[in-house]
């Protein structure tokens, strides 16, 4: 049997008045958000935000919301002719028909004295706690501002940095612990927190609260490899989905499938040290991004080292995850697709099949990020096109990054890698199950980019997994079903 090679349709996506095309920032800007306040809806909304930061920090976010305010002219694409799309600005008279404002009601602020105090520890471990328990009780005043702002702005201040990030480091990240359960004993109470940026979403999860870090190099737009213009498209896509709703949705997929990515986070526990809990994040066409949280388990790593679900927590996780679709659709999915990093185990399909016997069609797809193949086109210095998808059988190869014709170059830096698909169970055809993931590889809203690698299906829910292991011991309560307050 031969080696099949297609070329995969690029996905449509809609925007405001359900106009629809290919590119985020060209529909965003000739059309505006999805939604009721596209740029002919005669409205505009304003995203009320709260600030918790020193003085020092607030003054760089004014000045950093003035400059989003205006038009950033866009960096021209290196090797080409190609300009990288103008950001039109964050205002009412600008395409993205939106604004921030800052309730001064709303902004907490970290003194001097308190920010130095907490700094002035020798150990830096005592200075992130130290600094965490400010946050703490920012937040804690925070919930009982009245009403609610929509997002918390949360612009870090440089001496946080600094003083708290491992020195060896070279990137604004403060790391409290290296998430690892080699060492024997562990008990909780140890190790407090694992990375600063996630326990902060928790602290804003604790009090239902959404909340945006900002880093330092954000305020004054000195990232490395980003440009303004990449900076405030991101930002404000962002900003936008936190504060409002879906800054575009899928134009091609049908709205009764449910998209499902499985992934595992872990967790100490008091009397186990490799605890597991699964989560799926779950997709819809009409932009519904959900989180669904499974039972914790405990996985043996001398099994492998990919965590494995058993027959009966295969079964509930996809239980629930129909029953989150009925309540919101008032009916069952017709079609079921299920992402995994990790390959199936038989207990799995076994587990899958069972709670979705009722579903018309489903497909358990497995995504391998790590594969060596490579395609190269005879006589051309460009990679395959985005969308090229070759294989035979139950396994593929899909180029969800590569040359893309409307932008005129690959805007990748390195060789891009295909991903390697296996189909456990499909009863899609190769180009629909191929067809989804290219779509599905443009709707992560922490970017305006034209595509990621990654379905959101799968980036998503190892995100979000992340922010879940910080959980431990901050709420009893269940952890909110919106991708929005781990985002």
């Known amino acids: 049997m031969k080696l099949k090679c297609e070329i995969l349709e690029e996905s449509n996506l809609f925007f405001g008045g359900n106009n629809s095309t290919i590119d985020p920032k060209v529909g965003l800007n000739f059309y505006g958000p999805y939604g009721s306040f596209g740029p002919e809806s005669g409205k505009s909304i304003t995203i009320k935000a709260g600030v918790i930061s020193t003085f020092e920090s607030l003054n760089l976010l004014k000045i950093w919301l003035n400059t989003l305010k205006h038009r950033i002219t866009g960096r ?8 990288s799309i103008d950001f039109p600005g964050i205002s009412s008279e600008s395409p993205l028909n939106f604004e921030i404002h800052l309730v001064e009601s709303a902004i907490e602020n970290i003194s001097k004295e308190d920010l130095e105090k907490a700094l002035s520890s020798e150990s830096r471990d005592e200075r992130i706690l130290k600094i965490i328990d400010i946050y703490k009780e920012k937040f804690q005043d925070m919930a009982t501002n009245h009403p609610s702002p929509d997002i918390i702005l949360l612009p870090l201040d440089e001496q946080v940095i600094e003083k708290c990030k491992n020195p060896r480091d070279i990137q604004d990240k403060i790391v409290f612990r290296i998430r690892t359960f080699d060492k024997k004993n562990i008990q909780p109470d140890e190790i407090p927190l694992f990375d600063f940026h996630n326990y ?10 959404v909340s945006q870090v900002i880093r330092p190099s954000t305020l004054i737009f000195s990232h490395k490899n980003q440009d303004e213009a ?16 879906i800054p575009w949705k899928i134009a091609e997929i049908d709205e009764e499938t449910c998209y499902v990515g499985i992934s595992f986070y872990q967790e100490i526990s008091k009397n186990e040290q490799n605890m597991n809990t699964s989560m799926a994040h779950v997709y819809l066409k009409t932009g519904e991004s959900q989180i669904v949280q499974g039972n914790s388990f405990y996985w043996d790593s001398q ?32 079609r079921l697709v299920i992402h995994k990093s990790s390959p199936f185990s038989d207990e799995e399909i076994s587990g899958f099949k069972s709670s979705s016997a009722n579903i018309e069609v489903s497909d358990f797809i497995h995504i391998d990020f790590g594969s060596s193949i490579r395609a190269f086109i005879n006589r051309y210095s460009y990679p395959p096109l985005r969308g090229t998808i070759f294989g035979i059988n139950t396994t593929w190869f899909l180029y969800t990054v590569g040359y893309v014709p409307s932008l005129g170059t690959y805007p ?16 899609s055809h190769y180009k629909t199950i191929g067809q989804d993931i290219m779509a599905l590889t443009k709707m992560d809203w922490n970017t305006a980019d034209y595509c990621r690698r990654e379905p959101v299906t799968l980036s998503v829910s190892r995100k979000v997994g992340d922010i879940l292991s910080e959980l431990r011991g901050t709420s009893s309560e269940t952890p909110p079903e919106n991708y929005k307050f781990y985002m």
């Open 200 to 209: 902060l979403k928790v602290l804003g999860i604790k009090h239902h609260l």
């Open 76 to 83: 021209i694409i290196e090797d080409s002719d190609v300009r």
């Open 412 to 427: 990748g830096a390195t060789i891009p890698k295909p991903l390697k698909i296996n189909f456990a169970k499909s009863d």
């Open 230 to 245: 990449t900076v405030a498209w991101n930002v404000a896509v962002a900003l936008y989905y936190k504060g409002t709703g």
């Open 303 to 334: 099994k492998g080292r990919s965590p494995h679900l058993s027959e009966e927590n295969s079964q509930q996780i996809i239980e629930r995850i129909i029953s989150v679709y009925k309540r919101q659709r008032g009916k069952n999915p017709k």
